[in-house]
């Protein structure tokens, strides 16, 4: 029976979903998988990672080192080759060079997890989405493989400003664009999905500045766009070649004059063209997200298309200004701000400090955070104690969701991104509990969301703390 105090919640509409890995099907089994989360844990909706090179998509526990094994699948790590765990359609890629992308592991061998999942889902009125997150390669803190045994991919890759090749595949690269267009139709075609979840995690030139790494994109074809657009390229380089000299000199410990941030503020009104670059490769990184809603909605209007919302769009404030909630509503059903509130006090702290090395290098850190605190809206643990207490799910997953809500407005639904033992990077990192999984859920209903997306990977997560989240829909009604 539903708590007489919890909010209104209509069962019909219930959306209570698990991001979950091809790997646990196979250690575990379909049936058994299935059992566990519709019965135990309350879930309706799969979200499976198909097409991933990074371990917290299609793997088993990245961080077992430091928070041991779940007490379910198998306790051993796994060898993941990456690539696709469905079997690619070659008509679809006949616009792109990328076509030799199924996944070579030996687990996967003769299987397509879409296939082996979505008929016994079907049994039991269970949804199944696909989800996919880019960057889909060597990804740091996600479990990347090393290799990638993809011929030619490296000549897709991003050109920064001193003119190195990137680290990363380039999204205007048309090769690699037409890639993730034709493996999303590819799979919203031949199989019976209720909807795609698309997380689009790339990094600005200014980003990438202030965590120090050189600005781009200025790949042949991110050139030509730009040239198409009327921006003068190379006066571009000029201004992103000075600003990246001041992230450089600031990091590196120079004396400036009249403090680090009035030199950036100096550095940057001297060189505007750098933001019109920042506004260029911003405008055409959302344009995938809309290109992909796209496709999915022509392939098929039914479909549900929900955008998986980087947690650091709501700890920077220039990533928070670039990403305002009603205009991704626009190309989104719903939306899913990624909370991980255990997790969340390093991912926070982390971020302050790449701000802490430039920009605000002269100011203390504990006054930087309550006044970033006051900017962004959260309420939380002082800088010296959030790695250890984490973010309240109260203040920080019951307010996220609250802005989310009043962001949309109306135009999207908000489900709420809930952590679930999501990967710890450090042994004095705040640590998961049924509680804290409980009280996640209990805010998201409370603030005015819809549904909950239970992160990053079940293959990660206790049984025993899912069971806090079973407890909270027991007391919704939703169990």
């Given at each position: 029976?539903?708590?007489?105090?919890?909010?209104?919640?209509?069962?019909?509409?219930?959306?209570?979903?698990?991001?979950?890995?091809?790997?646990?099907?196979?250690?575990?089994?379909?049936?058994?998988?299935?059992?566990?989360?519709?019965?135990?844990?309350?879930?309706?909706?799969?979200?499976?990672?198909?097409?991933?090179?990074?371990?917290?998509?299609?793997?088993?526990?990245?961080?077992?080192?430091?928070?041991?094994?779940?007490?379910?699948?198998?306790?051993?790590?796994?060898?993941?080759?990456?690539?696709?765990?469905?079997?690619?359609?070659?008509?679809?890629?006949?616009?792109?060079?990328?076509?030799?992308?199924?996944?070579?592991?030996?687990?996967?061998?003769?299987?397509?997890?879409?296939?082996?999942?979505?008929?016994?889902?079907?049994?039991?009125?269970?949804?199944?989405?696909?989800?996919?997150?880019?960057?889909?390669?060597?990804?740091?803190?996600?479990?990347?493989?090393?290799?990638?045994?993809?011929?030619?991919?490296?000549?897709?890759?991003?050109?920064?400003?001193?003119?190195?090749?990137?680290?990363?595949?380039?999204?205007?690269?048309?090769?690699?664009?037409?890639?993730?267009?034709?493996?999303?139709?590819?799979?919203?075609?031949?199989?019976?999905?209720?909807?795609?979840?698309?997380?689009?995690?790339?990094?600005?030139?200014?980003?990438?500045?202030?965590?120090?790494?050189?600005?781009?994109?200025?790949?042949?074809?991110?050139?030509?766009?730009?040239?198409?657009?009327?921006?003068?390229?190379?006066?571009?380089?000029?201004?992103?070649?000075?600003?990246?000299?001041?992230?450089?000199?600031?990091?590196?410990?120079?004396?400036?004059?009249?403090?680090?941030?009035?030199?950036?503020?100096?550095?940057?009104?001297?060189?505007?063209?750098?933001?019109i670059w920042e506004r260029f490769w911003l405008e055409r990184n959302k344009d995938l997200d809309k290109e992909i809603y796209g496709i999915v909605k022509w392939c098929n209007p039914d479909l549900s298309f929900g955008l998986n919302v980087w947690n650091r769009?709501?700890?920077?404030?220039?990533?928070?200004?670039?990403?305002?909630?009603?205009?991704?509503?626009?190309?989104?059903?719903?939306?899913?701000?990624?909370?991980?509130?255990?997790?969340?006090?390093?991912?926070?702290?982390?971020?302050?400090?790449?701000?802490?090395?430039?920009?605000?290098?002269?100011?203390?850190?504990?006054?930087?955070?309550?006044?970033?605190?006051?900017?962004?809206?959260?309420?939380?643990?002082?800088?010296?104690?959030?790695?250890?207490?984490?973010?309240?799910?109260?203040?920080?997953?019951?307010?996220?969701?609250?802005?989310?809500?009043?962001?949309?407005?109306?135009?999207?639904?908000?489900?709420?991104?809930?952590?679930?033992?999501?990967?710890?990077?450090?042994?004095?990192?705040?640590?998961?509990?049924?509680?804290?999984?409980?009280?996640?859920?209990?805010?998201?209903?409370?603030?005015?969301?819809?549904?909950?997306?239970?992160?990053?990977?079940?293959?990660?997560?206790?049984?025993?703390?899912?069971?806090?989240?079973?407890?909270?829909?027991?007391?919704?009604?939703?169990?």
């Amino acid at each position: 029976m539903a708590n007489p105090t919890s909010p209104k919640v209509n069962p019909d509409e219930k959306f209570v979903a698990m991001q979950i890995s091809p790997i646990s099907f196979i250690d575990e089994g379909v049936e058994e998988v299935l059992d566990t989360l519709q019965n135990r844990v309350g879930v309706n909706v799969l979200m499976i990672g198909t097409v991933s090179w990074l371990g917290l998509k299609a793997g088993r526990s990245i961080s077992h080192e430091l928070d041991g094994w779940p007490d379910h699948g198998i306790p051993e790590p796994f060898a993941m080759k990456g690539g696709a765990y469905f079997d690619p359609d070659p008509r679809y890629y006949e616009r792109t060079f990328i076509r030799d992308f199924k996944a070579k592991d030996p687990e996967m061998a003769g299987r397509d997890i879409l296939e082996m999942v979505i008929p016994a889902a079907r049994k039991r009125n269970m949804k199944v989405f696909i989800e996919l997150m880019e960057p889909f390669f060597k990804y740091a803190g996600h479990g990347s493989v090393n290799n990638v045994e993809i011929p030619n991919l490296a000549q897709c890759m991003e050109v920064d400003v001193t003119g190195r090749i990137g680290s990363e595949p380039s999204t205007f690269d048309l090769d690699y664009r037409y890639w993730i267009r034709s493996m999303i139709e590819d799979q919203v075609r031949n199989y019976d999905l209720d909807g795609v979840m698309w997380c689009n995690e790339r990094r600005s030139p200014l980003d990438q500045m202030i965590y120090g790494q050189a600005p781009g994109d200025f790949s042949p074809q991110a050139r030509k766009e730009a040239l198409e657009y009327g921006i003068d390229v190379e006066r571009v380089r000029i201004a992103l070649k000075n600003l990246w000299q001041y992230f450089q000199h600031a990091r590196a410990g120079k004396a400036f004059v009249d403090g680090s941030l009035v030199e950036f503020l100096r550095v940057l009104l001297a060189n505007p063209e750098a933001l019109i670059w920042e506004r260029f490769w911003l405008e055409r990184n959302k344009d995938l997200d809309k290109e992909i809603y796209g496709i999915v909605k022509w392939c098929n209007p039914d479909l549900s298309f929900g955008l998986n919302v980087w947690n650091r769009n709501h700890f920077n404030p220039i990533r928070k200004a670039q990403w305002p909630w009603a205009e991704q509503a626009e190309y989104a059903d719903w939306v899913k701000p990624i909370t991980y509130q255990h997790q969340s006090g390093l991912i926070y702290r982390n971020e302050m400090e790449a701000f802490q090395q430039s920009l605000f290098r002269d100011v203390d850190p504990s006054a930087m955070s309550d006044l970033m605190y006051q900017v962004l809206g959260l309420n939380e643990a002082p800088w010296d104690e959030v790695v250890q207490a984490g973010l309240d799910p109260d203040t920080y997953v019951g307010g996220q969701c609250a802005d989310a809500v009043r962001g949309v407005d109306g135009a999207a639904k908000v489900y709420m991104g809930i952590g679930v033992d999501a990967p710890r990077q450090r042994e004095d990192q705040a640590v998961c509990t049924p509680d804290i999984v409980r009280r996640s859920v209990l805010a998201t209903y409370e603030a005015g969301g819809e549904g909950v997306v239970f992160s990053p990977n079940y293959a990660s997560m206790k049984l025993t703390n899912l069971d806090g989240a079973a407890e909270a829909l027991k007391e919704l009604g939703l169990a």
